[in-house]
Structure formats: C-alpha cells, structure tokens
C-alpha cells in the first residue's frame, strides 16, 4: 500500500500520529497522551478526511 498512518511516540512520552505516503511524512498530529486516543485522531481523518474543502490561498 502507497499510504498508512504510523502512530509514534515522542521523547516527551505523548503520542503522535503520522500519515505517509510512498514513505514520506505527509503530516504528523499534534500529540495524545494515550494511544487510545492517538487512534481515534486517525479514525477522525479517515471520517471527516474526504468532506474537508480546498482552500486556495495562491
């Protein structure tokens, strides 16, 4: 698969979710203090993820 989500853990112990693709970062969430809820950030994009609009600021 081209894309997936990684959770992570930072040094300050929080945390974090990061989504790839091919292998690069595309963004990282700011930081949980549980996994729990680390996972539910992730089910949250997927949800409301494809209704976000486009901004263009150009």
Do not use: C, L, Q, W
């Not at 790839?20 to 992730?42: D, H, L, P, Q, R």
């Amino acid at each position: 698969m081209a894309h997936s989500f990684e959770i992570t853990k930072d040094k300050a112990g929080e945390f974090r979710v990061r989504f790839k693709y091919n292998s690069e970062v595309m963004f990282t969430t700011e930081g949980y203090a549980s996994k729990a809820s680390a996972k539910n950030a992730i089910e949250s994009i997927k949800k409301n993820g494809p209704e976000a609009p486009i901004e263009d600021n150009s």
